[in-house]
């Protein structure tokens, strides 16, 4: 991977309601995407991936779409939670390539109003 | 089982004084990695080590040496700590290899330098 947009940086929404973050990359080759989340002072936790060949995955109230054709991602949570509030990433890498390592966005604050 | 673990969680050091960062996984997965994250950054991979025996550079490896000691430990080294080293460090370890490169993180290492 070489470059992860990811917006917004802070998304404020009330509780029950849906919570949606983007990101764009810019490598082609990019075919694996998983998303991250971040409570504060602790390390960043799988929550969901996709793979190149599928355009939606759902894990309860998450869910993940891809468009590689526009090279972008998109993080979904319905009915949010109080304990949704965290800092999610993006990532991505070009899995079958020669360099390792997932590329980051730059994150962005959840937080659900009570 | 306890995943990755990294110590110490927290250390301070002054301009030019070194230091190893350590971090173990039980997971028996081959590939393992060292990120750090700042403020407002997303995380950006340092080192990363595909398989035992074998180490190479990721985005920002200036400054650092690592040490792939054994399957389950991969250590970091800072030779003379400046403070744009300043950060929080993270450890992880993972299955890579198409289509997946799916990691999971430690709780991170919060390092000052003076």
């Known amino acids: 991977g070489e470059n992860v947009e990811q917006h917004p940086s802070t998304l404020s929404v009330q509780e029950g309601d849906s919570a949606v973050i983007k990101c764009t990359y810019s490598?082609?080759?990019?075919?694996?995407f998983p998303w991250y989340k971040q409570e504060l002072g602790k390390g960043p936790q799988l929550i969901i991936d996709?793979?190149?060949?599928?355009g939606e995955k759902k894990d309860q109230r998450i869910a993940v779409t891809l468009n590689k054709t526009a090279k972008h991602f998109s993080l979904h949570i319905t009915e949010t939670q109080p304990e949704d509030s965290a800092v999610y990433f993006c990532a991505e890498c070009n899995s079958g390539g020669g360099a390792d390592g997932l590329t980051f966005g730059k994150g962005t604050h959840l937080i659900i109003q009570p | 089982n306890a995943g990755v673990t990294q110590t110490p969680k927290f250390q301070v050091l002054k301009t030019g004084q070194s230091m190893t960062l350590q971090c173990a996984q039980d997971?028996?997965?081959?590939?393992m990695y060292w990120y750090r994250q700042d403020p407002g950054m997303g995380l950006r991979l340092i080192y990363y080590s595909a398989s035992e025996g074998t180490t190479d550079k990721g985005e920002v490896p200036n400054g650092y040496n690592v040490s792939r000691l054994n399957k389950r430990e991969f250590s970091l080294r800072l030779e003379s700590a400046a403070p744009s080293q300043t950060s929080v460090y993270f450890c992880?370890?993972?299955?890579?290899?198409?289509?997946?490169?799916?990691?999971?993180f430690g709780p991170g290492t919060r390092l000052t330098v003076l």
């Open positions: 490598d082609s080759a990019s075919n694996y």
């Open positions: 992880a370890s993972g299955r890579r290899g198409p289509p997946t490169n799916e990691q999971f």
């Open positions: 996709i793979r190149s060949n599928v």
């Open positions: 997971m028996n997965h081959n590939s």
